[in-house]
């Protein structure tokens, strides 16, 4: 766990690519193109398999080469080129009708940045973790956790809200590769393997919105049958 | 950082000293129009056109100070004062910021960054007046839309301000400006790159590039220029230098003060000062392909989406605060 004491440099590196990978929760928060939130959650994958890349190299766990090739490979390729092929099939290019215009929704997002800061210091406080990179990863972690469920609640087109699901997941993902890098990792595999399984059954689910009710936004999901 | 104000205000008043904040003055007076007929120029070059040349605006500035005065029946004394006050209040601000040398010369104590906040906004507050004034429909409508902006901008340009305090431990921009260059390490933080993207957004919303304004005259989506559209003559000369002014200035906050705080004179040599000038010409002509890039790749948007680019600014100057609290 050298990421409690990482030289200055290296905490330089590690908290502007967290940062970078938060901004790129913004981007999906803020714009109203399926294809940028796509685009979006590529790039933050791809920016937290070089974070665990370099976590790998400057705390030498080689296992976390792998990981990080997986990582991009699942994350960054196939799981937006599966989604692609969603919207590209179903014809969803944006949100038809926005529950929370892109504007506030950026400022709510600010506002629970803010309130993650909080929750990590105290965090740190309590836990007596007096370092600035282990503050960054629970704060990104918790506020990306926190833009996902918003993306979760504000979207009804269900491809966003699948890809609500996919940010929460990469900031779960973001903070264990700083918090505990040396996870096992078949749990690694197992979560890799658990996203494919989210998207698949939203490619199902989308397919049966659309053969039942004509569109792909979840609103007109009303009654519950069973 | 300790508080270099003390040391400062000891510093002896030479004669060299008044004369080079008067260069300052002169300077942003001076090529303040170079500026914003490259930023047309390169326009029009992007978009395949011939462009009028860098110094049309000179040729436009001695064409209306050659002009008749018309005055509408129903304008008051801030009609007259209006761009006079904004004039003198653009001659101030660049006392107050690192123009050409980087440490302070003789009344650069005056304000901080926020005193020339102030300053700015103080100038076009008269005009938003002025547009008011004549009882005319397009300057009423051009008023209020500028307002309405700067109600939206003006918190951002504030947390930039108190995240720039937050690292620097100062509100002086020649503390920034010294700070930057000396340690690459903050230079290259996020806190800082956030604040630089931060204002960015916020010098297109100052200089009237924001994808919802119109370069053309076309009076549905005027902004800025429908406020003044009842001037002529030398006053109107008068208030398109100021903005072009305005333009420089924020120009230079964002070059000298955040973005690119090299190549500054540090002796306030002759050789140094007219080498700042020109660095400062050329760092200028970088910024401004960039807002024209910008300007040309972004589409139009329809005016009542004026909060998102807003919003995006706000939210970076949030992000630049936390991590200014965590790194």
Partial sequence: MTAFHASPVVASIFSLIAIASLLLAFVMLGSRWMRHYLMAFAAQSWLIAILSASVGYIDRYPELYVIAILTALFRGLLLPYLLLRIVRRMNVEREIVPVLQPSSSLVIGAISVVFALAVAEHIGTSLDLSSKVVILALTVMLSMKLIGYLMLAARHEAVSQVLGLLVLENGIFLGTQILVPGMPMLLELVILFDLLIVVVCFGVLVRYLMGQVGSTSTLHLRRLVG | MCDPRPMWNTLPMTVRDVVLQIAQVGFTIGAAPLIQGCIVQFEERVQRGRGPGIFQPYRDLWKLFHKQIVVPETASWLFWIAPVVAFVCMMTVPMLIPVLTNFPLPLSNMGDILGGGLILTLGSFMITLAGLDSGSAYGGIGSSRSAIISILAEPTLILVFVGITLFARSMLPFVVNHLLVAKPAVYLGPAHLFLVAAFFILLTVETDKLPIHSSTHIEVYMIEEARILEYSGPLYGLLKWASMMKQFVLYTIFCNVL????????????????????????????????????????????????????????????????????G
């Fill in chain 2, 259 to 326: 973005a690119l705080p090299w190549f500054m004179s540090s002796r306030g040599l002759a050789v140094g000062v007219i080498g700042a000038g020109i660095a400062v010409i050329v760092k200028f002509v970088l910024v401004a392909g960039a807002i024209v890039v910008v300007d040309t790749i972004q589409s139009r948007l329809r005016f009542y989406r004026y909060q998102e680019p807003l919003a995006a600014s706000f939210l970076l100057a949030v992000l630049a605060i936390i991590s200014t609290q965590i």
